[in-house]
């Protein structure tokens, strides 16, 4: 006749139990996310992974491909992608997201553990930046360094990390895509958001905060305006900047002629720029969302308050409440209308009833 299990010995069987659980789910995610596996064919040549503007703000949406690939506040930031229009909404990756890059059939992001929602009995994901099948599927560790932001240049990933073990300082790295070359490209925070064609835009935080421009092919960097600019983001001709020393007005430098327009005179805390329109959020005693076109007329106020992460595709304007983690908000270009992202929500609410199952 079988013995009973005394209450304590129910507890340790189910901690020892929870713990080989957990060991065989961690095990599993070192496994699915450790594979060199296919070699990643070239980029057309000009290939940069996202807006140089949606880096600046963390990197938390991409458009590829009539595809929206996005870090979901609802889950935690998990990685989900959707249509371009907000439908088929789909979860990829219990990782939480930032710095994504598409390119072709990869999505390459700073996974920086799992979501809240993202159960194992409290496992969390190695933090690393990955390359992954845009279908979810054969993911690769790149490197499990802290990265800040990255940006897909050609056939380079620029990533720029935060001093660790085996740097004594932040810095610049490039890793080709598949993953088995890796330079370094500075000793110091350069910022390679700022991406167009075979160039990187950045300001040289180093020494003077001046605009330069890497050039990817020969490593070279030259100097294009003097002053203090910072999150500088390419458009059309025009690298848009904030004026930190000229009460952070937001500005644009014309690459072909080299004149300078101010474009507000408020203080700008955050922007981004596409599609024709800046959205960009001020600092002070009225803050507010606002946008204009990019000649910086037009200047209409979208909502007040504070808001951040601003990110745009071609179709919608995202952005979050500042003091709201588990928020997500899109509006339509040029219009005073907002709303939350529902289709993003009703997916998470799915995910997340499926691992309560």
Known sequence: ???????????????????????????????????????VPPNPEGTIGNLPGNMNTGGLVCESDGKIYFSNPYDGGSLYVMNSDETDCK????????????TGDYIY???????????????????????????????????????????????????EGTADKEHNAPYLIRMDTNGTTTETVANFALNPACAVGDLI????????????????????????LEGNIWNPAYDNGYIYYMAPADNYQLRRYSLSDGTIEILTDEKVESF????????????????????????????????NGNYNSISMTSGYVYFKDYWNETSLY????????????????????????????
């Open 330 to 357: 899109h509006t339509y270009y040029g219009s005073t209308y907002y709303e939350p992202v529902n289709a993003a929500l009703e997916a998470a609410i799915e995910e997340i009833q499926k691992q309560n199952k």
């Open 109 to 159: 992001y700073f996974q920086s553990g799992s979501s809240g929602a993202a159960g194992l009995g409290g496992i969390r994901i190695p933090l690393s930046y990955i390359r992954m099948h845009v279908n979810g599927k054969r993911g690769f560790t790149m490197t499990r360094s802290v990265i800040v932001r990255a940006q897909v240049v050609g056939d380079w990933v620029y990533m």
């Open 201 to 224: 835009y950045y300001n040289n935080v180093l020494e003077n905060h001046n605009l330069m421009c890497l050039n990817t092919n020969t490593g070279t960097s030259t100097l294009v």
């Open 272 to 303: 981004n720029v596409y599609n024709g329109y800046i959205y960009y959020q001020t600092f002070g005693d009225n803050p507010h969302l606002a946008f204009m076109y990019t000649d910086g007329s037009g200047q209409t106020i979208l909502t």
């Open 1 to 39: 006749m079988a013995k009973k299990l005394k209450k304590k010995d129910k507890k340790n069987l189910i901690i020892a139990t929870s713990v080989i659980v957990s060991m065989i789910a961690l095990l599993t995610v070192v496994a699915v996310f450790s594979r060199r596996g296919e070699k």
């Open 91 to 102: 979860k990829l990756s219990t990782a939480v997201a930032t710095s994504i890059n598409v």
